[in-house]
């Protein structure tokens, strides 16, 4: 059965009206009104030493209430800003229910991110409070917010009580003697609930204000994009570090009252069959990338484990056709390829809600998700026909659910966003329209590289590669792969001292790797004597792509 039985666009007005109004809480929208039902499961957890147990919405409740009011006897109120460096475990949960009781607005950091990629969006962000644990603690004395003394850190200890540096609070030795917050701090619709970052192609990563209302969008996601019904087991592979996983594997399943499953391992082929049979996963939610590695993995390691699946959706690049087909012919369900951004949430989708549901047209994105009119724009503007190749933007004019509102501290930047006078809101991507309404992908009209599901911007990388004393310039770009979509390839260019290596070449993987995040090193490093560049002095990275 669905989860509502409203049409589409009564659906939309009835979701903004909810999640946009006056005193409302996240807290409350994603756990309180749930936890009435004492029984109700919010989170199931395994992690690969076979640890496993549930959590109800009553629990989650009571355990993020005692770790707001530790949090609030520390000084964090209304607007502040609280970061989580941590992986998919319960404890992200409790923090970031905690952070919305209180009214502040939740950091994501990604698990991978290095020191440097950690300074950055803890001091850009103004964040007071970083959660972490024992295992991701080490990066934070790294960086300069903690040396200045800018932030407080909890940390959760390990297995054996280590990994609480001196000065930190003990993630659980606080949450146990802490006074509840028993009634979350009360908002409006436009009040933020979360600042997440994403890549830029020619600075520094973005901070995207997500307020409260957008619940309405990613509401819509969740029922009409993904068909979550009463009776499915929905299962979300995407971290929560990035927009995905945060929008659609934390906040989506709460949202709607459904249990969320955080599997804490390495991507192994075999241990995902197993789970997806395990716990009878009908609903199914992962990139194109991890489909990719089951593919690749052998029909015979699928056919070990009796699956259940009912749909099977994509998210995060462009899906290979022949993915869907072996999808359709070895699990029993065609994958739909979903399209969204972290500034929007996701707008275009093969939907698999049944009044919204068509036959897949390959290599497409799908069509406009109720509550957003997409279209393809110019450079100026100008809506084009069907079959024009454009840019992919929203009609914020016809589109309800659209809640972005700009890049934190950056006007200029949202201003770049906008075009028509404001009245379209562009994606950045290439892509044409039919007669029908099915957008398909072309290509990127910006540098920003797609790896395994990840947006990454040059500009990061090439900063992180010139702080390594040997590198006098860099320029980053994608290059094709079979698996990952594109991978990342850095031109460098030496000081004079230093000479081209092999050695030198896997030292400079190993700095990024360190400095900035281990999705975000250049697998491949070619050494050259001069970047190419235009007259004023701007590296021409479309013709480095070329080589």
């Avoid at 607007?79 to 923090?95: H, N, S």
């Avoid at 003990?170 to 009360?186: I, L, N, Q, R």
Wanted: hydrophobic share 40%; with cysteine.
């Amino acid at each position: 059965m669905a989860m509502t039985r409203m049409a589409p666009g009564e659906a939309v007005l009835s979701w903004l009206k909810e999640y946009g109004g006056e005193q409302v809480s996240a807290a409350h929208f994603l756990c309180d009104r749930h936890a009435r039902i004492p029984e109700k499961v919010a989170l199931f957890y395994e992690d690969e030493q076979g640890e496993t147990f549930k959590w109800t919405f009553r629990e989650l409740q009571d355990l993020s209430s005692r770790m707001a009011g530790f949090l609030r006897s520390i000084g964090v109120k209304k607007g502040d800003r609280v970061a989580a460096l941590l992986p998919k475990i319960p404890e992200l949960f409790i923090t970031t229910l905690a952070v919305w009781r209180l009214g502040a607005i939740y950091v994501p950091l990604f698990t991978a991110f290095g020191p440097d990629a950690i300074d950055y969006r803890v001091s850009d962000s103004s964040t007071c409070v970083v959660v972490t644990n024992a295992a991701q603690r080490p990066k934070l004395s790294e960086t300069s917010v903690y040396s200045n003394g800018d932030i407080q850190v909890v940390t959760i200890a390990d297995m054996r009580g280590l990994g609480v540096e001196k000065g930190d609070y003990s993630f659980w030795h606080e949450v146990g003697k802490a006074a509840p917050v028993e009634t979350p701090v009360p908002l409006t619709g436009d009040d933020l609930m979360i600042m997440l970052y994403t890549s830029g192609t020619t600075g520094s990563p973005k901070g995207v204000e997500v307020p409260i209302k957008a619940l309405a969008a990613f509401r819509a996601y969740m029922e009409f994009g993904l068909d979550i019904r009463e009776d499915d087991f929905y299962w979300n592979m995407a971290d929560p570090g990035w927009a995905y996983g945060l929008y659609y594997n934390l906040v989506g399943p709460l949202l709607l009252g459904k249990s969320a499953l955080l599997f804490n391992a390495h991507f192994n082929p075999p241990d995902i069959f197993r789970i997806l049979s395990k716990y009878r996963v009908t609903n199914f939610a992962s990139a194109p990338t991890a489909y990719r590695a089951l593919k690749a993995a052998g029909d015979k390691v699928a056919k070990q484990f009796p699956l259940h699946l009912r749909v099977a959706s994509s998210a995060g690049e462009p899906l290979n056709p022949e993915v869907v087909e072996w999808s359709d012919r070895l699990l029993g369900v065609p994958i739909h390829d979903h399209y969204g951004q972290t500034e929007l949430g996701m707008v275009a989708n093969n939907h698999h809600h049944p009044d919204l549901k068509r036959p897949i047209k390959m290599a497409s994105m799908g069509q406009s998700m109720p509550g957003f009119k997409m279209v393809v724009v110019d450079r100026e503007g100008r809506e084009l026909a069907p079959g024009r190749e454009g840019i992919l933007a929203v009609d914020v004019l016809n589109s309800p659910l659209f809640w972005f509102r700009g890049y934190w501290k950056d006007e200029n930047r949202t201003r770049d966003k906008f075009v028509g006078d404001g009245r379209y809101c562009v994606a950045g991507d290439t892509v044409t329209m039919d007669a029908e309404g099915f957008f398909s992908f072309s290509g990127r009209s910006d540098d920003i590289i797609l790896c395994a599901g990840y947006r990454i911007g040059p500009f990061e990388v090439e900063s992180a590669l010139l702080k390594h004393p040997a590198v006098a310039e860099a320029a980053v770009v994608g290059k094709p792969d079979e698996l990952r979509m594109e991978t990342i390839k850095a031109f460098v260019a030496l000081v004079p001292s230093v000479s081209p290596s092999d050695q030198l070449a896997d030292e400079l993987k190993a700095f990024v790797k360190k400095h900035l995040a281990a999705h975000q090193y250049p697998r491949e490093i070619e050494f050259v004597d001069q970047l190419p560049k235009t007259p004023s002095g701007k590296v021409q990275r479309f013709l480095l792509r070329k080589q």
